[in-house]
């Protein structure tokens, strides 16, 4: 569900018709709808209500304070994955003791940082990281919260770079070796085992890769049970997929349904890292067509947003919905919806067929929520864009468009 729809001939969000946004604020522009959130939010709550469960928040989804707000007064925790994003969670209100922090990467100043605040736990992904996170705390005369991240090696179904749980992915431990290193973790002085962490990747659109993952997780805890480790956690990490393009998916209830076997049986709290599901539809690219423009026999829209605006369709050759603000009788005709940065791969859309569009019109790029500002950049020095969230018939911006200082800060001529 979203909140995105066409009303008195104009496509709004929420009560605000996206041409109200474009006209105070410029395109391009990012528009997310606080409704929508909470929405999302509410049906995961729901759905995993009849167990004991923490909703972590995925932070790296879309890390804009404004939204990270919404969720933290719903009650969220965070899934972080670097010292940045736990600034921006405890900036935004989330509490210490429901951050999980993810990562194969993690320094020991990141460490240092989160064991200050006293977060719920570290999700660690490797012996040596395990190591260091013990020698981290014992510094702070602390003892670290672990979960260690298994591979349960299940094919979750989705484009190769984001399946993160197969065997052969840089991330977590092999299942072989993850019991003994489970048992090198109990025996470390600064170190104490809490949970089991999951993360097959993102974007999945079937129940099974979780059934099927959990299951092998669920077996590995009772494992550990008998070598006397017992652990209160069981985190199944995120990934929940949504539609793109009006295709079926499964609900928070059916992924509940296909997995409380298993979390009932272990008695553990289950920890969900959600991004996608709870910002993905919650949140569109605001765009202004510049030119229309022929190559042969291919007809081009040239528009004012660009690859580093919504890296998603260059990097992953993602589909996203595009269309026009207002609502009319079109011809329909078939197009690549570029943008202007001078890189062939620069494209939102390729051979799309769409309603026709004349310069100067709005097109909204849709379930552009997750994964996209956060990972827009300043390529061809272009100024990121701005950033708006939507409450009913009321607006307002929550990021601003960077300026040209913005573009150079920290930079020097030496002379
Ligand atoms: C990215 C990530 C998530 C969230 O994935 P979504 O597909 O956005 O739900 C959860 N956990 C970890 C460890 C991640 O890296």
């Known amino acids: 569900m979203h909140d995105f729809r066409y009303a008195g001939g104009v496509l709004c969000c929420e009560d605000v018709p996206l041409g109200r946004i474009a006209e105070a604020v410029g395109t391009p522009a990012y528009v997310y709808s606080k409704h929508t959130l909470q929405e999302h939010y509410r049906r995961l709550e729901e759905a ?5 469960h923490l909703v972590c928040y995925s932070v790296k989804a879309n890390s804009n304070l404004a939204v990270l707000a919404v969720l933290a007064a719903m009650g ?14 405890l900036k935004a209100g989330i509490p210490a003791e429901k951050i999980v922090y993810a990562g194969i990467g993690k320094t020991e100043e990141e460490m240092a940082y989160a064991l200050r605040q006293d977060i719920l736990m570290f999700n660690v992904e490797s012996e040596t990281e395990l190591l260091a996170l013990d020698r981290v705390a014992g510094e702070q005369g602390k003892r670290a919260r672990i979960a260690l991240r298994i591979n349960p090696d299940v094919d979750p179904l989705t484009h190769p770079y984001i399946a993160t749980g197969m065997k052969e992915a840089k991330f977590g431990i092999d299942m072989e070796k993850a019991l003994a290193v489970y048992q090198q973790a109990a025996s470390l002085a600064h170190v104490e085992v809490l949970g089991v962490h999951q993360h097959i990747g993102s974007q999945i659109t079937r129940v099974e890769p979780f059934r099927d993952s959990l299951e092998k997780t669920g077996e590995f805890v009772r494992r550990l049970h008998e070598h006397g480790i017992k652990v209160r956690f069981i985190n199944i990490g995120g990934g929940f997929g949504i539609p793109y393009g009006g295709e079926e998916v499964p609900y928070p209830v059916d992924y509940a349904r ?8 272990h008695r553990c709290t289950v920890i969900l890292e959600i991004g996608r599901m709870i910002v993905g539809n919650a949140g569109v690219l605001l765009t202004k067509v510049l030119y229309r423009k022929r190559g042969g026999a291919k007809r081009f829209l040239v528009v004012d947003a660009a690859m580093n605006d919504l890296v998603r369709p260059s990097l992953y050759g993602s589909y996203h919905e595009i269309v026009p603000v207002e609502e009319r009788e079109r011809e329909r005709e078939t197009v690549d919806v570029v943008g202007p940065v001078c890189e062939a791969g620069d494209f939102l859309a390729k051979e799309r067929a769409m309603p026709r569009v004349e310069e100067g019109e709005l097109l909204a790029v849709m379930s552009a929520g997750a994964y996209g500002f956060v990972m ?9 864009a701005a950033e708006v969230l939507v409450d009913g018939g009321d607006f307002a911006v929550v990021r601003e468009r960077e300026s040209l200082e913005d573009l150079v800060k920290g930079e020097r001529i030496l002379r």
């Open 48 to 52: 995993f209500s009849g167990i004991p």
């Open 76 to 89: 969220s925790g965070a899934d972080i994955v670097s010292g940045g994003e736990l600034y921006r969670a």
């Open 258 to 265: 296909a997995m409380k076997p298993v979390l009932k049986e």
């Open 376 to 384: 827009s950049s300043n390529y061809n020095s272009r100024r990121r």
